[in-house]
């Protein structure tokens, strides 16, 4: 049987620029930063969690196409690709610490739900990010 | 090239999500060009071309959603909610909400109980389709089956 989600991944414009988003101002920490020739292995991770990576990868070559690679690039910053949800354990908290680090692009404040706290933002390259303060 | 329609992908997004979160302000076409640095009328074309519908027609959408969700979940009027959600007159209110959801605010309260999946995920689904034809979605389930959820 499958134990744990290990790694997922997204797509980002610039990996070093999303290192510095991820880790600068979300707060998470560096995982793996391997390289292998050409090809940067880079992932971030929840500190402490023993919970999955998530692997930030640049659209091109080799595994697409240059008109391939546009097209996702184009996809990923008119917001059309996937995003991340992150849980913690202080919505108002977290977005008054990501304010001061600078974050301006919030899609939602805290917001109250019967499920809990929510706030929405995007990174720099238009993935949506949700963090969830859960109910209890 | 490819660059250059990145930026400005990336800046018409975060003028759409200045819709999505600032929907209930009296906001105008002018305001929201302001967020990605574009003339109006180019700002409106380039929306349009990206996502497929023009930057007023999405605000309303996203004013009526919300609205959907206040006649569902909470007992505020309807003058209330037309107010609540950024609408400056109650018949645009009401004119808009037929216009999208094929009945009227009431109407659609009578007919509809509160639902139980996060707001995220109602904020995507709930969302009026541009297309009259398209499939079921969420907001199709019976007000009975969404009470029956809300136990």
């Keep these: 049987m499958i134990t744990k989600l290990n790694v997922t991944s997204i797509f980002v414009l610039d990996k070093d620029e999303a290192l510095d988003f991820y880790v600068g101002k979300l707060g998470l920490e560096k995982g793996n930063d391997v390289r292998q020739g050409d090809y940067r292995w880079l992932t971030v991770r929840v ?3 023993a919970g999955a990576e998530i692997s930030l990868e640049q659209p091109g070559a080799p595994l697409h196409d240059e008109a391939t690679a546009e097209q996702l690039r184009e996809l990923l910053t008119k ?4 995003g991340l949800v992150f849980t913690t354990d202080d ?3 977290l977005f008054e610490t990501l304010k001061e680090r600078g974050v301006t692009d919030f899609t939602q404040e805290p917001t109250k739900h019967f499920y809990g706290i929510d706030l929405g933002l995007r990174d720099p390259f238009g993935n949506a990010i949700r963090i969830v303060q859960p109910v209890g | 090239m490819s660059r250059e329609t990145e930026e400005l ?3 018409l997004l975060r003028a759409r999500d200045t819709i999505d979160r600032a929907y209930a302000r009296p906001l105008d076409v002018r305001a929201i060009a302001a967020v990605a640095h574009l003339s109006p009328a180019h700002f409106s074309r380039c929306f349009r071309a ?3 519908e023009t930057p007023h027609r999405y605000l309303q959408r996203r004013r009526v959603e919300r609205s959907m969700f206040l006649l569902r979940e909470t007992g505020r009027s309807v003058t209330e909610v037309c107010f609540d959600v950024g609408f400056a007159s109650l018949g645009t209110f009401s004119r808009t909400f037929r216009a999208i959801v094929g009945e009227t605010p009431s109407g659609y309260r009578r007919g509809n109980g509160p639902v139980v999946v996060p707001g995220c995920v109602q904020m995507a689904q709930f969302r009026i389709s541009r297309c009259p034809a398209a499939g ?3 907001a199709t389930v019976p007000a009975s089956a969404a009470k029956e ?3």
């Design chain 2, 149 to 151: 959820n809300a136990k």
């Design chain 1, 79 to 82: 917001g059309a690709l996937n």
């Design chain 2, 136 to 138: 079921p979605s969420l």
């Design chain 1, 47 to 49: 500190p402490g969690a």
């Design chain 1, 91 to 93: 919505a108002q908290k």
């Design chain 2, 9 to 11: 992908h990336r800046r």
């Design chain 2, 50 to 52: 990206v996502f497929g």
